[in-house]
């Protein structure tokens, strides 16, 4: 039976691959950081499933990773931890620096000092290019707008020096946006179809957001660790870019979000230029062809569509939230 090591595994990249690995028959490890309450919301369905076991540690502590890989002694290593949001990534540049990109030190240190033979996946970012115009792949030159886009930018690099310098199986999976009912309510798309959920409900009557003219390459989570995992199976390390390979303004996710619940956006929407970040990325859209032609991976579900389904789970999951508070 193979062990993999999740970090983030609390998170809408570790969740979906924590139940790809479990499919796949592995024992699965994840860290978890330690908190006053419990936030695991992502993975409690699989509470009480024998292969899948929790640990704490954080990317920030590197004895408790370094005691991880020694006792796990893991076959394959995803880093997916990190402080993800870009925009408070400006607002906390220091601890971002030391999770995102200090944190995938310490943990490729902890493989490298243990000796094991073990395959790593870094989760780089689409997030790098930055200002680079589109369409952006494998060899586009890096560009990083945001502290959290310098960040990743550093563990992207430190990845590929430990996989030259100590010939380890050590590769970057550069991923443009990927979304999912699981993504955190603070990004842009997950507060669409909640504020479109919350509309359709009469809980609230508008929503506001910051740029609506950003373009961004959106795929569905849950197709894009499978990509991840077939990247850890090839029999050479390389980094590779996912992407659907289609720009959409939110703007036009919003239509498609809104109009999905039978609304009209322009009617709901509002403008607020605090939510704008200090330097805009105007454009990611990627050329995935490299994965699809070396991993045979490939997006199915665009943005139109990831839309619509999260438009669905969120007026689900609402519509039992107010049934049971009208019920108690």
Known sequence: ????????????????????????GYEVHGLVRRHSTLNRSRIDHLGGTPDLHLHYGDLTDGVSLVNLVRDIEPHEVYNLGAQ??????????????????VGTLRLLEAIRASGIDC??????????????????????VFYP???????????????????????????????????????????????????VASIKLGITDHLTLGNLDAVRDWGYAKEYVEGMWRMLQHDEPQDYVLATGIGTTVREFCEYAFSHAGLNWEDHVRYDQSYERPTEVDALIGDASK???????????????????????????LGRLVAHKREG
């Open 145 to 195: 707008r945001s502290p959290y886009g310098a960040a990743k930018l550093y563990s992207h690099w430190v990845t590929v020096n430990y996989r030259e310098a100590y010939d380890l199986f050590a590769v970057s999976g550069i991923l443009f946006n990927h979304e999912s009912p699981r993504r955190g309510e603070s990004f842009v798309t997950r507060k669409i179809t909640l504020g």
């Open 84 to 101: 993800s949001h870009v925009k408070v990534s400006f607002e906390l540049p220091e601890y971002t620096a030391n999770t995102d990109a």
């Open 1 to 24: 039976m193979k062990r993999a090591l999740i970090t983030g595994i609390t998170g809408q990249d570790g969740s979906y691959l924590a139940e790809l690995l479990l499919e796949k």
């Open 291 to 317: 994965a699809r032609e070396v991993l045979g991976w490939k997006p199915s579900t665009d943005a139109k569509g990831l839309a619509e389904l999260m438009v669905d789970a969120d007026i689900d999951q």
């Open 119 to 140: 395959r790593f996946y870094q989760a780089s970012t689409s997030e790098m290019f930055g200002a680079t115009p589109p369409p952006q792949d494998e060899r586009t």
